[in-house]
């Protein structure tokens, strides 16, 4: 299996499946001199961590990340970075039944196409279980972005029900087992995803991610599109099945005039954006305002209720996936999408330093 990397000055490669001994990526291509070790690393696997609440999959793992190579005395090196965690609650006989069988809405009859073979414990490689080597290689990249660029994610939606922009608080995403911004929706939702994981169902999500702090000039036109690689990155996350920038869809049914990010000159010099419809990406150059994305998560497609299916030997039968699943995988994939966006961001920026060294950092025009 190829295309197991991502990136190109920044890159990162995963490797280990779901019920493997363990799980692992090595990251390539971070500048030497920044100070890494696992405590920089560990608060954000915690976030992704499975167990933590009864909305999400009760496998226990803990997640502890090992360095293995690429810094000395606490510094990075320059050389590749790997990272280790070790698989400690793997229940293989829960896929028993499905060896010869082809989970509706899974990989499984995809990669028995493309393979030949499959490892059907927990779905191997296709496992969301490889996102948690993301977000370590997304904890990197944020070292590489330094403090001045925040990037926060959120759930902005459970199935149909939204969130109220007007109620948003960003530090209410760290309150609720749902990184939901908008307290009046947290007990909506605690309700709805209670009476679906009892029924054995599942629900789909919308994550909005937000980079803040993020310099202009990011990004290069037509094949290396900043807003294209961050749409990339974001698809890649298992179960994600669309990605919008800014406005996204919604700028269909809009005017010119009202999608026009108009301009002011400010007094200091800077440029003023009076609106940001664009999602802070200009014909794929980053503009210094908020890069903004959000991604739709389909329903996980474990469930628990029968579902018609195939075997390996061309019968119809039908099935349930037994084992422990999210009722909605939309709330997990939070820190993975904001892992994600910093990976695209650190690319970027090494990309775009090398190429404009001399470039400004700041939203001013030239004199």
């Known amino acids: 299996m190829s295309h197991n990397s991502f990136g190109h000055l920044f890159r990162f490669t995963t490797w280990g499946e779901s019920h493997g001994p363990a799980i692992g990526c090595v990251v390539d291509g971070c500048p030497p001199g920044l100070a890494l070790s696992e405590a920089e690393i560990q608060p954000f696997l915690d976030k992704r961590r499975p167990g933590q609440s009864s909305f999400v999959t009760q496998r226990q793992e803990p997640d502890q990340v090992r360095i293995l190579s690429g810094v000395f005395e606490g510094r990075t090196t320059g050389t590749p970075i790997a990272l280790h965690i070790d698989n400690q609650d793997q229940r293989s006989k829960d896929y028993g039944e499905i060896a010869n069988s082809f989970r509706p809405g899974h990989a499984d009859i995809a990669y028995e196409w493309k393979y030949g073979v499959r490892d059907y414990r927990g779905g191997g490689r296709a496992s969301a279980r490889e996102t948690a080597m993301r977000v370590a290689a997304g904890a990197v990249a944020r070292l590489v972005l330094g403090g001045a660029v925040r990037i926060r994610g959120a759930m902005v939606a459970l199935g149909a029900d939204t969130v109220d922009r007007s109620q948003w608080d960003w530090a209410e995403v760290d309150r609720n087992p749902f990184f939901c911004p908008d307290p009046t929706a947290v007990a909506r939702w605690e309700e709805k ?86 999602g802070g990406v200009l014909g794929g150059i980053s503009t210094g305002q908020p890069i903004v994305a959000r991604m739709a998560v389909k329903p996980t497609s474990s469930i628990l209720t029968h579902r018609q299916a195939v075997t390996k030997d061309g019968e119809n039968t039908e099935l349930r996936t037994k084992g422990r699943h999210d009722p909605c995988v939309g709330i997990r994939a939070v820190p993975v999408a904001e892992a994600m966006l910093a990976i695209v961001l650190a690319d970027h920026l090494l990309r775009h330093r090398a190429q404009n060294p001399g470039a400004p950092e700041v939203a001013r025009l030239p004199r």
Do not use: C, W
């Open 193 to 278: 995803l209670s009476g679906i994981r009892k029924a054995g169902s599942s629900i789909g999500a919308v994550i909005e991610v937000v980079a803040e702090g993020v310099q202009p000039g990011l990004g290069a036109p037509i094949y290396g599109k900043l807003d294209a690689d961050i749409a990339s990155a974001l698809m890649s996350i298992n179960a994600v099945k669309g990605v919008e920038i800014g406005d996204g869809f919604a700028s269909a049914a809009l005017t010119g005039e009202e999608n026009a990010d108009e301009m002011r000159m400010r007094q200091d010099g800077m440029v003023e954006f009076l609106a940001n419809h664009a």
